[in-house]
């Protein structure tokens, strides 16, 4: 299977991605994003003030695809907040482990006709008068449960953000004070 494109996208109202980390790039593909343990998967962000996640709006997507017969698929997992942490819910990872089994066989069949990607997405929303567009984001990824984290992004500003979205895009307001995460 050719190496796993891992990818961060926040969305305003249409999504702006970024590349991952080089050093996490390297990290990553020394490991196996087929056989790690969906239970140990939590992502990381740090927001700017001003800036918030769209409730259920941080998702874990998994796609793969073989050339060879043409079969493809691509699986969403919503991510459960807890404090600045998403983590995959319980029937969630049960689903992402079926994935993860699929996309194993494909690479054991044909390693060089199947394709893989990994993404993080989050949909933001405005806190207040919303973030200072120089403001940046980070993100990181852990494999082992939160014990270590390896960068996906550092420092993105969200001009950058905005400019990869739609020109005139529009940050939401978030749905209301009390219901956002703790900073």
Same mark, same amino acid.
């Given at each position: 299977m050719r190496p796993m494109i891992a990818a961060f996208c926040l969305a305003a109202s249409l999504p702006a991605c970024a590349t991952l980390n080089p050093v996490t790039?390297?990290?990553?593909?020394?490991?196996?994003?087929?056989? +790690?343990?969906?239970? !140990?998967?939590?992502? *990381?962000?740090?927001? %700017? #003030?001003?800036?918030? =996640?769209?409730?259920?709006?941080?998702?874990?997507?998994?796609?793969?695809?073989?050339?060879?017969?043409?079969?493809?698929?691509?699986?969403?997992?919503?991510?459960?907040?807890?404090?600045?942490?998403?983590?995959?819910?319980?029937?969630?990872?049960?689903?992402?482990?079926? +994935?993860?089994?699929? !996309?194993?066989?494909? *690479?054991?069949?044909? %390693? #060089?006709?199947?394709? =893989?990607?990994l993404s993080l997405s989050l949909g933001g929303c405005a806190i207040g008068a919303g973030p200072d567009p120089e403001a940046t984001v980070s993100a990181d990824l852990s494999l082992d449960g939160g014990v270590r984290y390896a960068p996906l992004i550092r420092g993105l500003s969200l001009a950058d953000i905005a400019g990869a979205a739609s020109p005139g895009a529009v940050l939401p307001a978030c749905p209301s004070p009390e219901g956002q995460r703790p900073r």
């Open positions: 790039a390297l990290r990553l593909s020394r490991l196996d994003p087929l056989t +790690a343990d969906p239970a !140990a998967i939590a992502a *990381r962000l740090t927001l %700017p #003030d001003g800036l918030g =996640g769209r409730p259920g709006s941080a998702v874990l997507t998994l796609s793969a695809s073989r050339q060879d017969t043409g079969e493809a698929f691509q699986h969403a997992y919503s991510l459960e907040e807890g404090g600045t942490v998403w983590r995959l819910s319980p029937t969630d990872i049960r689903s992402l482990r079926a +994935a993860q089994a699929e !996309a194993a066989r494909w *690479r054991a069949e044909a %390693p #060089d006709e199947s394709s =893989g990607a």
